[in-house]
């Protein structure tokens, strides 16, 4: 797995062999690597402030800053697919076979909703004041309050969509549709104006979708490439 840092400054990078190392960006120092898990490291989140990256395997969290200095380490008996941060404190887990769980650094245990769906994505609204969960519907939660239950936006379909992404500066975000990309509304309970695009279809192998700051494209991650929208 690989992830910049919001401030543009840091690549984070995570090894097959469990391993974690930071590329500076304008220096291009690359640092030693330390061991921060015993399996794949697949997942990378960083803080707000880019002071620190979660890097997340298939059991477990591990939280640590910019020397690799060790911050905080979670585990789960539950599978992690994504991970995204609330704010500088808290962090948000999701599975496909298991809920939604929220990971307080200065907390014990992890705060787990009752929502047993399997969650396929995690995504910050451009507004960093939302986070987009999708599986057969998407779900969005206000960060700012902290105690707030999830409202959840109903989409049309079955068919899972492996990863959904807000547009830059609009309230809308991509996913697939009964495999197809589409775009919708989450201000509308339940969304109308669903908009098929189009493009490749998904294939059992689709990974993630990409947006581009400056350009109205989607990049979409097929098994047999990369497809542009």
């Known amino acids: 797995a690989v992830r910049v840092s919001p401030d543009g400054e840091w690549l984070a990078i995570g090894y097959g062999t469990g391993h974690l190392r930071f590329f500076d960006l304008k220096s291009n120092w690359l640092s030693p690597s330390t061991s921060v898990h015993r399996d794949v490291v697949k997942y990378l989140a960083w803080s707000p402030d880019s002071t620190a990256v979660a890097a997340g395997s298939d059991n477990a969290i591990s939280v640590r800053d910019t020397s690799l200095h060790p911050i905080r380490s979670f585990s789960s008996d539950l599978k992690i697919r994504e991970l995204v941060w609330m704010d500088s404190e808290r962090l948000l ?52 309050e902290r105690d707030s239950s999830p409202r959840e936006v109903l989409i049309p379909g079955q068919s899972p969509s492996p990863d959904m992404v807000w547009l830059p500066n609009e309230d809308r975000f991509a996913y697939y549709h009964e495999r197809t990309l589409s775009l919708s509304d989450p201000g509308l309970f339940p969304p109308k104006n669903y908009q098929p695009l189009p493009g490749q279809p998904q294939h059992n192998g689709a990974g993630g979708l990409k947006v581009f700051p400056t350009l109205p494209w989607i990049a979409s991650c097929q098994i047999d490439g990369v497809y542009l929208s």
């Open 93 to 144: 887990s999701c599975g496909t076979n298991s809920p939604l769980q929220v990971w307080k650094l200065n907390g014990k245990e992890a705060l787990t909703s009752n929502l047993r769906q399997p969650f396929s994505a995690l995504s910050w609204s451009p507004d960093g004041k939302r986070i987009l969960t999708g599986s057969t519907s998407a779900m969005v939660f206000p960060v700012e």
